[in-house]
């Protein structure tokens, strides 16, 4: 059974704050994501990840950073919280994009964190 | 970068009959994935249905189907014979193959009523 877990389902922080929030996947997946959610707007991907070290950006990087040091891995960093980062945030993991086809699965999602900046 | 778009928000459907929820999509790749996920209430995001590009039989999950029209670049789900449990937000996504960046729609609403 895979499992992606999000170190916290809720938390708060105030303004101009260091957040981390952080992604672990116990199913040697390639590949990570972090998502924003927002009401109307569906998931948008901030930064993805191919590989240990290896990061592109996603749709709404700005004001985000990420790490990748371990395969099972994956750390979203708002470098100094502010209230528009206010959301709900997402982690997934999955295989390659080929494995996905060989394995016939998909990508698995963490529980999500609600994140509020004061 | 690939696009999604969901045009319904909001859909509402009887108990037991059937829905179909719209979705289109824009990419250059010839190979890729599109999936439709599921996130009720408690938020859990979870897989409904996947289809392969190459493959043209449209793929079926109990009451799920889909209707995928490449050309179109379309990508529905009909979900029959609806129940209570049915109710959540609905997202579609693509992946692509080489470009493994998935991509999701603002997603719609469905609410079964009973």
């Known amino acids: 059974d895979v499992k992606v877990t999000q170190s916290s389902r809720y938390l708060v922080k105030r303004t101009g704050e260091k957040v981390f929030l952080e992604c672990v996947q116990d199913?040697?997946?390639?590949?990570m994501f972090w998502y924003r959610q927002d009401p109307g707007l569906g998931l948008r991907l901030i930064y993805f990840?191919?590989?240990?070290?290896?990061?592109e950006k996603g749709d709404i990087p700005e004001g985000y950073s990420v790490s990748r040091e371990k395969k099972e891995r994956f750390s979203l960093i708002l470098e100094s919280a502010s209230t528009n980062q206010t959301s709900m945030y997402l982690c997934?993991?999955?295989?390659?994009?080929?494995?996905?086809?060989?394995?016939?699965?998909?990508?698995?999602f963490g529980q999500g964190t609600r994140l509020t900046v004061v | 970068a690939q696009t999604v778009t969901q045009s319904q928000p909001e859909m509402s459907v009887q108990e037991a009959e059937t829905v179909t929820l719209s979705c289109t999509y824009d990419?250059?790749?010839?190979?890729?994935?599109l999936f439709w996920y599921k996130q009720p209430p408690s938020r859990q995001m979870i897989l409904v249905i996947r289809?392969?590009?190459?493959?043209?039989q449209n793929a079926t999950e109990n009451r799920f189907s889909v209707n995928f029209q490449k050309a179109a670049k379309s990508f529905s789900l009909k979900i029959s014979d609806s129940q209570l449990g049915d109710t959540a937000m609905y997202f579609c996504?693509?992946?692509?193959?080489?470009?493994?960046?998935?991509?999701f729609g603002a997603g719609t609403r469905l609410t079964v009523k009973p």
């Open positions: 996504a693509f992946m692509g193959y080489n470009n493994n960046d998935m991509r």
């Open positions: 997934a993991s999955s295989l390659s994009g080929t494995d996905l086809v060989a394995m016939n699965t998909e990508a698995f």
């Open positions: 990840s191919y590989d240990v070290k290896m990061k």
């Open positions: 289809q392969e590009a190459y493959k043209q």
């Open positions: 199913m040697d997946h390639e590949n």
């Open positions: 990419t250059s790749e010839n190979n890729y994935y």
